[in-house]
């Protein structure tokens, strides 16, 4: 298969480079190869024709998204608007990487690829407009993922959430992290693995949930960051209301996928894909 990977560099772009290489034709593209939001841009597509189009790209600073609908909606819509119709006249499947952020947290308990998304922020607001672009290629697949950390880090991030955790550790910084705020992390390398899996089975085009199982809040994740590091930090819990930010996020944005153990895919839990990543990034 010849797959083509939008944000290439990134972090969940940077595995899935690696794990769908090993036995398929990959093409990566990166922000200077192609401009989701610029559709003459994506128009290098057609010069590859691949069999899947897999897009990573996304503007996800979610306070910022705030301040910068238009730009969000630029990269996030109309770059996912672009993949699907560009896909679509070459006959390739357009894969489009979403969020949990789709979903509002009022649910108290994991959210499925059935329910309903009510997005309350900007950032959701435009991955689900951009889910509903991807379905005007009927070949599609919308994967969501949440909470992501990976070897590479997140780009204009400086990290990720675990990295900031252990360099904070390890300066001796007092360390707050909400406990109130519950969600799926999700290990990129798990998640490129599972992608893997669904374009080679050919699983039915759809909506799919590829987190890691099981889920924590913000400060039981970091409460085993540091149990399995061996970091003693001084570690406080407070709650949402304290943090001053511009968008509205959910409380319980967890997510649990119902359809990939019917084909016999399921993913490590959150514990699980913690430790491998220490490893891998020689944290432990």
Same mark, same amino acid.
């Given at each position: 298969?010849?797959?083509?990977?939008?944000?290439?560099?990134?972090?969940?772009?940077?595995?899935?480079?690696?794990?769908?290489?090993?036995?398929?034709?990959?093409?990566?593209?990166?922000?200077?190869?192609?401009?989701?939001?610029?559709?003459?841009?994506?128009?290098?597509?057609?010069?590859?024709?691949?069999?899947? /189009?897999?897009? =990573? +790209?996304? $503007?996800?600073? !979610? &306070?910022?998204?705030?301040?910068?609908?238009? *730009?969000?909606?630029?990269?996030?819509?109309?770059?996912?608007?672009?993949?699907?119709?560009?896909?679509?006249? /070459?006959?390739? =499947? +357009?894969? $489009?990487?979403? !969020? &949990?952020?789709?979903?509002?947290?009022?649910? *108290?308990?994991?959210?499925?690829?059935?329910?309903?998304?009510?997005?309350?922020?900007?950032?959701?607001?435009?991955?689900?407009?951009?889910?509903? $672009?991807?379905?005007?290629?009927?070949?599609?697949?919308?994967?969501?993922?949440?909470?992501?950390?990976?070897?590479?880090?997140?780009?204009?991030?400086?990290?990720?959430?675990?990295?900031?955790?252990?360099?904070?550790?390890?300066?001796?910084?007092?360390?707050?992290?909400?406990?109130?705020?519950?969600?799926?992390?999700?290990?990129?390398?798990?998640?490129?693995?599972?992608?893997?899996?669904?374009?080679?089975?050919?699983?039915?085009?759809?909506?799919?949930?590829?987190?890691?199982?099981?889920?924590?809040?913000?400060?039981?994740?970091?409460?085993?960051?540091?149990?399995?590091?061996?970091?003693?930090?001084?570690?406080?819990?407070?709650?949402?209301?304290?943090?001053?930010?511009?968008?509205?996020?959910?409380?319980?944005?967890?997510?649990?996928?119902?359809?990939?153990?019917?084909?016999?895919?399921?993913?490590?839990?959150?514990?699980?894909?913690?430790?491998?990543?220490?490893?891998?990034?020689?944290?432990?």
């Amino acid at each position: 298969m010849k797959i083509a990977v939008i944000g290439s560099t990134g972090q969940l772009g940077t595995d899935l480079v690696k794990t769908l290489g090993s036995e398929h034709e990959v093409i990566g593209l990166t922000h200077d190869d192609l401009e989701v939001a610029d559709y003459d841009s994506c128009l290098v597509l057609k010069k590859h024709q691949p069999d899947m /189009v897999i897009n =990573t +790209a996304a $503007f996800h600073k !979610t &306070d910022q998204c705030e301040e910068e609908p238009m *730009k969000t909606f630029s990269v996030n819509t109309l770059g996912a608007r672009n993949v699907a119709m560009i896909t679509k006249e /070459v006959d390739a =499947t +357009a894969m $489009f990487i979403s !969020t &949990d952020y789709v979903f509002d947290g009022s649910k *108290k308990e994991p959210y499925t690829e059935d329910d309903v998304p009510t997005p309350i922020n900007t950032y959701g607001i435009s991955k689900l407009a951009a889910e509903h $672009f991807t379905q005007q290629n009927l070949k599609h697949y919308i994967i969501r993922i949440a909470s992501v950390f990976g070897k590479a880090g997140a780009s204009g991030k400086g990290g990720n959430f675990v990295e900031t955790m252990i360099t904070k550790a390890k300066n001796n910084d007092p360390i707050t992290v909400i406990d109130d705020m519950w969600m799926s992390p999700t290990y990129t390398k798990d998640a490129a693995s599972v992608i893997k899996e669904i374009a080679e089975k050919q699983l039915p085009y759809g909506v799919y949930h590829a987190t890691n199982k099981g889920c924590c809040s913000w400060y039981q994740f970091a409460e085993q960051i540091f149990q399995f590091t061996g970091l003693t930090p001084d570690l406080t819990p407070i709650k949402t209301e304290q943090l001053t930010v511009k968008a509205k996020r959910p409380r319980f944005s967890a997510l649990k996928s119902m359809k990939l153990p019917q084909y016999g895919l399921e993913m490590p839990t959150w514990q699980q894909a913690l430790h491998e990543y220490l490893i891998e990034k020689s944290h432990i």
